[in-house]
């Protein structure tokens, strides 16, 4: 904890008289009936928790924070977290502790990118404290030196379902706050006194963030409620409204309003529109490149062309290629570690008004560690864009644990997400920069074997549009595939073209928006005919989507080859065959579906 030393006592110029001190509490007490009335009438549940918290509330927003409140978006204002969504909260959080992760996000974004004067402000709930992103979060602050952030701990004891454990106590939160490198405060959260003091002494610290831990009630203000269990999710008996109301108003002795004081306006115009490459790919069509390290290459090559470009790790940029652009690029480079769900939520801070273009890197498999984080990030419309690497059985000896099999059934979930998946190193490049300036969620599924470039770096790509890269009038069956199965499927249209049977080849280039026409008049072309092949499962992956998209054509026959059952560590070429992706099993159902 700051000592006296450090941190001067407040000024009598930044006290609040006493008449402000009196407006303060009555705001706190108007946003307690605010919270009574709104959840009465649309039959919400959490009044309570509103309630413990009017106080900071009452004083962050009409006495510490700086912002327009006619413009609650405007770039200079100070930042919000909170796990309710309101005008002035960035971020769809929920209630599920991962405001802090954003915060760190935009602290990071104003102090190292910004270089400007707003601040982060994030409220934290009881409950959430216990989530491990919220710790994920706490160490990055303090590894970044986030004085421009500040986590007040709204400590009320009562969580959803009941008394939180013993050890949640104030003392506690303290010592774990101050033990990831915080400076820490212990504050009355129902003293809006005290709270003016602590916030302003939390402005003046310098090279780390700050924790406020503020003790308060949940039902504060409400008899028979006030720090009583069985109240989280009740709102006020209809019949009892009235009668409370009327209390908490007789409390209020001012009928004044407090303006909130103005941001600095010191926060720089960016531009992240309109992002074009700035020269072909220089690729060899005889070369061998990964699809992964092609990406850590536009990564490098896309931050020369807008300098809002930046990239976030987790401790993979020797496997991911993003050391690329670290090297390039260090100054936007942020190393997260070990943990995917806090480097979304940071990813989703960054990304927050229009301030970056964020790609998030790692192995596809980690990103399953944080699909809540992403899966939120949707509902909050942001666009952020994930690179996932080493996917399928294709990755060889590294084994299961890193063999990434689900994660195209899980973006293909997410709402408005982009899926690229990109068969060669050309192809990848230009699926970074349509992700860069794509509106919403994009995830990019690349490679670790080295592939073979097949397209000239004049190739045109575009987002739902499907390569269809080998046909003949006599195509019998079409076969689809994309990153490493592609190059699968060319060896077996090569080896059945010498025995006169001729397959159509299509590369997705995008799982989503899936190219459905494409796709369909090409099997119309060749017999109703489809044979899918994906090092992925079976279940939710490209063998699905074609299935879906083909649901009301009749008389198209797809069969789908996959990975079935749980895959083993040995070598790339083994695993392809062992699990009936290789170009020998495409043959073979090439030739049973003809055959049929």
């Known amino acids: 904890m700051a000592d006296a030393e450090e941190v001067p006592a407040v000024a009598d110029e930044n006290k609040p008289d006493e008449d402000t001190l009196q407006v303060l509490q009555d705001l706190a007490n108007r946003l307690r009936i605010h919270s009574i009335k709104t959840t009465c009438t649309l039959s919400l549940s959490h009044p309570t928790s509103f309630s413990s918290a009017s106080e900071i509330m009452s004083v962050l927003f009409f006495h510490i924070m700086r912002y327009k409140q006619e413009d609650p978006e405007n770039i200079n204002n100070d930042r919000f977290v909170l796990c309710k969504q309101l005008a002035f909260v960035d971020a769809a959080i929920g209630w599920f502790g991962q405001g802090l992760g954003a915060a760190c996000g935009m602290a990071y974004t104003g102090k190292y990118f910004d270089k400007a004067s707003y601040r982060v402000f994030c409220l934290v709930k009881d409950s959430e404290s216990w989530g491990g992103s919220l710790w994920e979060a706490l160490a990055f602050g303090a590894r970044y030196n986030l004085d421009n952030l500040m986590a007040i701990f709204d400590v009320n004891r009562l969580g959803y379902s009941g008394l939180l454990p013993i ?31 602590v916030f302003w002494q939390a402005t003046q610290v310098k090279n780390m963030p700050t924790a406020i831990i503020a003790k308060t009630f949940k039902g504060r203000g409400i008899p028979s409620v006030e720090d009583t269990e069985n109240w989280h999710v009740r709102p006020m008996p209809a019949e009892r409204v009235d009668a409370i109301i009327k209390l908490i108003e007789s409390q209020i002795e001012t009928n004044r309003h407090l303006e909130p004081k103005p941001p600095v306006e010191d926060v720089p115009q960016v531009n992240i529109t309109d992002i074009e490459m700035t020269s072909l790919p220089v690729y060899d069509i005889n070369n061998k490149v990964a699809t992964r390290k092609a990406c850590g290459l536009a990564l490098a090559k896309l931050g020369h062309a807008n300098d809002r470009v930046i990239v976030l790790d987790s401790d993979t940029k020797n496997s991911t290629f993003s050391e690329i652009f670290k090297k390039e690029h260090p100054e936007r480079f942020i190393e997260c570690f070990i943990a995917e769900q806090n480097m979304v939520n940071v990813a989703l801070g960054c990304a927050f008004r229009d301030r970056t273009i964020a790609f998030v890197s790692t192995f596809a498999a980690f990103l399953t560690r944080a699909f809540d984080q992403i899966r939120m990030g949707a509902i909050s419309h942001t666009n952020i864009n994930l690179i996932g690497s080493h996917c399928g059985v294709s990755i060889g000896e590294d084994g299961p644990s890193q063999m990434a099999l689900e994660d195209l059934a899980m973006f293909r979930a997410i709402p408005d997400c982009t899926i690229f998946y990109p068969s060669d190193a050309v192809a990848t490049e230009y699926a970074v920069f349509l992700a860069a300036s794509t509106k919403g969620m994009c995830y990019i599924r690349t490679n670790r074997p080295e592939t073979d ?33 592609l190059h699968e499927v060319l060896a077996a249209a090569d080896a059945l073209s010498r025995e006169d049977i001729s397959i159509r080849v299509i590369d997705l280039f995008t799982v989503k928006p899936l190219d459905a026409a494409t796709i369909i008049s090409s099997a119309k072309c060749t ?5 899918t092949v994906e090092d992925h499962h079976l279940e939710g992956g490209i063998g699905e989507a074609v299935c879906a998209a083909v649901s009301m054509e009749p008389d198209i026959l797809v069969r789908c080859l996959a990975v079935q059952g749980v895959p083993q560590s040995g070598n790339s070429s083994e695993l392809l065959c062992m699990f009936g992706i290789s170009a020998k099993h495409i043959i073979e159902a090439v030739k049973s579906v003809v055959a049929n």
């Open 527 to 531: 017999g109703n005919r489809i044979i």
């Open 167 to 197: 050890e949640n106590c104030i003392e506690i939160y303290q010592k774990r706050c101050e033990a990831f490198g915080w400076n820490t405060y212990v504050v009355d959260g129902r003293n809006v006194e005290a709270l003016c003091d």
């Open 453 to 485: 470039i097949i397209y000239n770096p004049l190739e045109s790509f575009k987002i739902g549009q499907a390569k269809v890269i080998r046909q003949s009038n006599n195509d019998k069956v079409t076969v689809i595939g994309a990153g490493v199965t």
